[in-house]
């Protein structure tokens, strides 16, 4: 029975020298060298990983954030399969997604002013299962709009609509 992958025993608890051996094992094995930063909350674990040029960030971006997506799909099924740890653990290359999280709030609260202006549901982009996660988050206490999703992959929307006066 296999007890280690990446060279880290499976019993292994250390959450940060975990992601740290993995991560750095594929970027070795790619011939870069990366530092990490890792913040652990309760229900995920952010980890930035710093590469040495602006260049070599944006070719682990990938064009829309993909190979970053794939990176980070990765990580979580490793962790999720072998480490039994079910966090979220969100892969950011040189403060990348926490910029695209910034926005995406903004545009959540955003649309939320324009739907108590107008009177009228907001019906955001198309966007992915992550964004539309963070639109649904950044909403989700509001105590005049709620969210909700239409439409079907890739065109998949939120809509941000206003509630009745009861609050429903």
């Known amino acids: 029975m296999k007890t280690t992958i990446f060279n880290i025993k499976l019993s292994e608890k250390d959450t940060s020298k975990i992601v740290k051996g993995i991560l750095g094992y594929i970027f070795e094995k790619l011939e870069e060298d990366v530092n990490f ?35 980070q799909y990765l990580l979580n099924a490793i962790l999720h399969r072998n480490f039994n740890d079910d966090r979220l653990f969100i892969i950011d290359i040189g403060g990348y997604k926490q910029k695209q999280i910034d926005y ?19 019906i955001l982009q198309p966007m992915s299962a992550m964004a539309r996660k963070i639109i649904h988050t950044t909403l989700s206490q509001n105590a005049s709009v709620y969210t909700y999703s239409i439409g079907k992959e890739p065109n998949r929307r939120v809509v941000v609509a206003l509630k009745n006066k009861n609050g429903e």
Do not use: C, H, P
């Open 37 to 71: 930063e890792i913040r652990e909350k309760d229900t995920e674990v952010y980890v930035n990983i710093i590469l040495s040029s602006k260049e070599k960030q944006a070719q682990f971006i990938g064009k829309q954030g993909k190979v970053l997506a794939t990176l």
């Open 104 to 122: 995406l709030k903004n545009l959540a609260i955003e649309a939320a002013i324009k739907a108590k202006k107008t009177g009228k549901d907001q």
